[in-house]
């Protein structure tokens, strides 16, 4: 069962000892991103955790805590090494149990070789729902607004898909967010705070950033997102004060 009051923000969690180690690297950020962009939505936030059961059970005592909508990638397998089933439950003090639709499924595709290890698979917190899987039929479960997937990306980003169109369609936008591009060239960071400044003030509806050139160009990317139309009248604001400014402008671009 899902909370009434639907959040806005979404936020991942990476789960594995492999991806501090630099052993493997992290696929599901840009996948979630782009998987969300598709629908009109951006991702908030994301954290990366080891195997730390400790460490692990703090991070989703927090999250779940924090009301956003999150999705979590690995350790919800039956070897010892997958804690996330028990560390979800610990977190949202609820006990463990072997969920009934869960158990179905796993069932229904191994027979009795479902058990007795297969089956921990399915040992969720209680008031669990299930997320289908279509690769190999192994589930996901939600638990509140966290969904929990596994750590395989061809398995978890259908799932994660499956997710956003089920349970948070009135999310999706189809006026998507916009980003419009300029440099501001020879010029010093310090020398456009209060320029910034006061168009972020009157035009609040937009985010606008500014990122310094990483390859030796003395050069400050400004962008500003948002929705269209409030993005066209606030990057004209920008675009003018700089000009009055005598602020070199070079590359204008939009994503």
Known sequence: MHDPVQPTRVGIV??????LSGKRSDKHMPAMIDL?????????????????????EDTLRQTLAGGDIVFSFGGIGATPDDRTRQCA???????????????AILERKFGDQAYPKRIH?????????VIPNPVNEVPGFSLRHHHFVPGFPRMAWPMAAWVLDHHYPQLQREDRDVEWLIEAL????SALIDLMQSVMDAHPAVRIACLPNAGGRRAIEFGVRGRAAEVEAAFAALEHALIAADVPLGTRATR
């Open 121 to 129: 698979m399915v040992e969720w917190p209680v008031g669990s729902s």
């Open 36 to 56: 969300l962009a598709e629908r009109g939505m951006e991702l908030s936030w994301a954290r990366m955790v080891g195997d730390d059961a400790g460490l692990l």
């Open 186 to 189: 020879d010029t010093p960071e």
């Open 14 to 19: 990476l789960i594995g000892d492999e991806l």
């Open 89 to 103: 439950a610990a977190a949202a003090g609820v006990a463990l149990e072997f969920n009934a639709d869960g158990k």
